[in-house]
């Protein structure tokens, strides 16, 4: 493995404090569920108003809040949520009743949305299988025309139904060349109504019976395999139900105010790296490279919190190299800015009469794994700094770059 010669730091988690830990404390303190936050943060990537932010693309302002606010407010994202997490409803294992559910053989492929395999089943599988399958097709709602078939007695032989449809008579060419002349009399030699006769239109069955067959407006539609029009069922119908929308969240989320506690939580330099990192930037000559790529906001130049990222601010003066989201509009985990980042430390390294820097030659430092996955892809180390484990990640580094770090200094970032 190549030697290290340069080292990269996200700032936020990693630096300083992380906002998560904001989150953290805001959901805990307002009732929020818990993760529901950076879900929505995250699902409402990539042009979400968090995103655009941190891309220096729209400014820090009362637009912005308000569509910050909306993202945290999103219902779908909401029911993907529960979906997620299980909140909400109960899951079909917790609510196991054969008498409810079906038999438990066919609980698995429910829960998976999908129909239980024969090794579900077991060896008697495919009589199972077979079985089911016929009872479901039996049980599956028929259409006017199958009644009409199966039943001929009470609907109609099916040569009619056309006919009857269409408010006709079935023609010869309708009953084929073999069928029995239609000028027979209409009544017995008893008196008796005829077999015509006795049968009951599928109009006067289906208002009769509408749980059978339908409502009569449908009938004209249902045996024409279409839906009824508005002249079917008359001029003053009432108009289809809107589409079902979903329910609002059952809390709310103050986004000014959660995203200053952000902010204010990242302004305090973390208490194991903050000072190992003073430390490797004060040792002269530097034996690495040190570099920042990390996701910003872009404060007004007005703002307090603007001069601590500033060039002249001790947090930047810290880095050699500093790649801010805000500045050149692309933010992690996008490739392009962590190869703008090995491009910058390259070109530092060469400038100095290096040889310059190789991907494999950078151990990158983030607390987010998506992040993290981008920096392997273009062929950097990596090392992941969980949240409230920033001593662990100290020790990881004396490990790796073998800098001890100087007790009893605080530090100056």
Do not use: C
């Not at 130049?301 to 947090?315: K, N, Y």
């Not at 050699?320 to 491009?343: N, T």
């Amino acid at each position: 493995m190549a030697p290290l010669k340069a080292l990269l730091f996200d700032i936020g988690g990693v630096a300083v404090l992380s906002p998560f830990q904001a989150i953290v404390d805001y959901e805990k303190e307002n009732n929020i569920p818990s993760g529901w936050t950076n879900f929505a943060i995250s699902r409402s990537a990539p042009n979400g108003y968090w995103q655009r932010l941190e891309k220096g693309e729209i400014a820090l302002d009362d637009d912005f809040f308000k569509g910050f606010s909306e993202d945290l407010h999103n219902t779908q994202v909401w029911e993907d949520f529960q979906k997620k997490s299980g909140t909400g409803r109960k899951k079909l294992k917790d609510l196991a009743n054969p008498s409810q559910l079906g038999d438990p053989v066919s609980l698995k492929a429910e829960t998976a949305d999908s129909e239980p395999t024969n090794h579900d089943r077991g060896a008697q599988s495919a009589d199972l299988q077979g079985e089911s399958e016929s009872v479901s097709k039996s049980e599956s709602p028929k259409s006017l025309k199958e009644l009409a078939q199966e039943n001929q007695t009470q609907l109609g032989d099916p040569v009619s139904l056309k006919a009857e449809t269409a408010d006709s008579e079935p023609t010869e060419q309708d009953r084929g060349a073999g069928s029995p002349s239609s000028q027979t009399d209409s009544t017995s030699s008893l008196g008796k109504p005829s077999q015509s006769q006795q049968r009951k239109s599928l109009k006067d069955l289906a208002t009769e019976n509408p749980s059978q067959l339908g409502d009569p407006v449908s009938l004209k539609a249902e045996t024409a395999d279409s839906s009824p029009t508005d002249q079917d069922r008359g001029a003053n119908s009432p108009p289809p139900p809107p589409p079902s929308t979903s329910p609002p969240l059952p809390f709310t989320i103050d986004a000014p105010t959660l995203f200053w506690n952000m902010m204010t939580y990242s302004r305090t330099p973390d208490p194991h790296i903050g000072p190992y990192l003073t430390h490797l930037s004060s040792l002269s000559p530097r034996p690495f490279l040190l570099g920042a790529l990390s996701n910003t906001i872009p404060f007004p130049p007005s703002h307090p919190f603007a001069a601590a990222t500033s060039p002249s601010s001790p947090l930047r003066r810290a880095f050699d190299v500093f790649v801010a989201s805000a500045e050149v509009g692309v933010r992690k985990p996008h490739r392009e800015i962590y190869e703008l980042a090995l491009r910058e430390l390259d070109r530092l390294e060469r400038a100095r009469g290096g040889a310059g820097v190789a991907p494999g030659e950078v151990l990158f430092l983030d607390d987010i794994g998506e992040n993290l996955r981008m920096g392997r892809e273009v062929g950097m180390r990596t090392l992941r700094v969980r949240l409230g484990e920033t001593e662990r990640a100290v020790g990881e580094l004396e490990r790796v770059t073998g800098v001890r770090r100087r007790e009893g200094r605080g530090s100056k970032l």
